[in-house]
Antibody, heavy 117, light 106 residues
Framework: EVELSQSGGGLAQPGGSLRLSCAAS????????VTWVRQAPGKGLEWISAISGTAYSSFYSDSVKGRFTISRDNSKNVVELQMDSLRADDTAIYYC??????????WGQGTLVTVSS | DIQMTQSPSAMSASVGDRVIITCRAS??????LAWFQQKPGNVPKRLIF???NLQSGVPSRFSGSGSGTEFSLTISSLQPEDSATYYCLQHYSYPRAFGQGTKVEI
């Protein structure tokens, strides 16, 4: 059974940093792209980043480019999202997801990130 | 970057109604379009990928169609459990993009 277990998140000050982690099991991890999606309170889904199975390619939305860094360790079946220079509008629930056929099929449980002084 | 526009943003319908949600891409995305359902407090669930491919386990009352820039999600006979917000997603290129969502109330 595919499982994605998220950790990290919490409260950060504006300009601060947080690191999110997504631990995967139940599939051949290195074969799949992993994506991060976020959802601000009461708002819609926003795609923010993805990393290919080999980690050769990574992608970002304009809203996080230059501030967030996605990485993966295929020996540990983990994808991480390093979030720097956090702003109030980064406040959201963050989801990791495993891609199949180009879009997100299996999702983590989500983790809340709050940016506030 | 590709932008996705959904309509309507919200709607109210009755059990048994046929419901159609549309999604427009700012440029040709062929058939690289997925649909997701999200209920309050829940993780999103993929319903359809590649415009018209029904995800395993999703009821057959859901269907998708379209190509190029115009797409639609149809619920043939609305059920109480279909009350949710629906999102389209283009998976033609990066960065990916969701539509703004359509809230369906029953």
């Amino acid at each position: 059974e595919v499982e994605l277990s998220q950790s990290g998140g919490g409260l950060a000050q504006p300009g601060g940093s947080l690191r999110l982690s997504c631990a995967a099991s139940g599939f051949t991890f290195s074969h799949y792209t992993v994506t991060w999606v976020r959802q601000a309170p009461g708002k819609g889904l926003e795609w923010i980043s993805a990393i290919s199975g080999t980690a050769y390619s990574s992608f970002y939305s304009d809203s996080v480019k230059g501030r967030f860094t996605i990485s993966r360790d295929n020996s540990k079946n983990v994808v991480e999202l390093q979030m720097d220079s956090l702003r109030a509008d980064d406040t959201a629930i963050y989801y990791c997801a495993k891609d199949e056929v180009g879009s997100m099929l299996h999702w983590g449980q989500g983790t809340l990130v709050t940016v506030s002084s | 970057d590709i932008q996705m526009t959904q309509s309507p943003s919200a709607m109210s319908a009755s059990v048994g109604d046929r419901v159609i949600i549309t999604c427009r891409a700012s440029q040709d995305i062929s058939t690289y379009l997925a649909w997701f359902q999200q209920k309050p407090g829940n993780v999103p669930k993929r319903l359809i990928f590649g415009t018209s491919n029904l995800q395993s386990g999703v009821p057959s009352r859901f269907s998708g169609s379209g190509s190029g820039t115009e797409f639609s999600l149809t619920i043939s006979s609305l059920q109480p459990e279909d009350s949710a917000t629906y999102y389209c997603l283009q998976h033609y290129s990066y960065p990916r993009a969701f539509g703004q969502g359509t809230k369906v109330e029953i």
